[in-house]
Antibody
Framework: QVQLQESGPGLVKPSQTLSLTCTVS??????????WTWIRQSAGKGLEWIGH???????DYNSSLKSRVTMSVDTSKNQFSLNLSSVTAAETAVYYC???????????WGQGTLVTVSS | EIVLTQSPGTLSLSPGESVTLSCRAS???????LAWFQQKPGQAPRLLMS???SRATGIPDRFGGSGSGTDFTLTITRLEPEDFAVYYC?????????FGQGTKVEVK
């Protein structure tokens, strides 16, 4: 079955860039009309959709983060990535990657990775 | 941005009881694109329901969803021990997709 796994640094300094990768296993990212998504969860703000990317390169980002977010996809590695610049301590959260299926929403999630923003 | 308000914040119930959770949207959700998720400590959310009332694969029929427009409910009949968790609604009818703040169903 399809599985997603987040990876990246667990500690990022304030004002630096948070970079995470999600590796997809069990199926090719290029098959199907899915949106590959990043979501975060913090105690203060609950669950927050960061944005998504399609294998065509089409993206949609949360307007509250748009100026600082970049997502990319590497179908040769079956991975997609998140870069979030100029982070603050308030962005300490568990970051999830997920696969969004048309009409069905987030059917498959990664296990999540805790990213702490601290000096 | 569509704001989703869930109520109540916490419910204290016993196994075997039934429960109805509410999710109210600040504006009409297109196509009733409203999902429900269950989350247990240390785990990712798990999809229960899509398009307001369509159960996800493997979800038992004691879970039911209803509603349209701005008012939606998730009903769990005869709570099982594994149903005690936090439940979130989420809309995907218009960007940005948003989540409710959650309802915790705890053991009384």
């Amino acid at each position: 079955q399809v599985q997603l796994q987040e990876s990246g640094p667990g500690l990022v300094k304030p004002s630096q860039t948070l970079s995470l990768t999600c590796t997809v296993s069990g199926a090719s990212m290029s098959s199907g009309s899915y949106y590959w998504t990043w979501i975060r969860q913090s105690a203060g703000k609950g669950l927050e959709w960061i944005g998504h990317i399609h294998v065509s390169g089409t993206t949609d980002y949360n307007s509250s983060l748009k100026s600082r977010v970049t997502m990319s996809v590497d179908t040769s590695k079956n991975q997609f990535s998140l870069n979030l610049s100029s982070v603050t301590a308030a962005e300490t959260a568990v970051y999830y990657c997920a696969r969004w299926t048309p009409r069905r929403s987030f059917v498959i999630w990664g296990q999540g990775t805790l990213v702490t923003v601290s000096s | 941005e569509i704001v989703l308000t869930q109520s109540p914040g916490t419910l204290s119930l016993s196994p075997g009881e039934s429960v109805t959770l509410s999710c109210r949207a600040s504006q009409t959700i297109s196509n009733n694109y409203l999902a429900w998720f269950q989350q247990k400590p240390g785990q990712a959310p798990r999809l229960l329901m899509s398009i307001a009332s369509s159960r996800a694969t493997g979800i038992p029929d004691r879970f039911g969803g209803s509603g349209s427009g701005t008012d939606f409910t998730l009903t769990i009949t005869r709570l099982e021990p594994e149903d005690f968790a936090v439940y979130y609604c989420q809309q995907y009818g218009s960007s940005p997709w948003t989540f409710g703040q959650g309802t915790k169903v705890e053991v009384k």
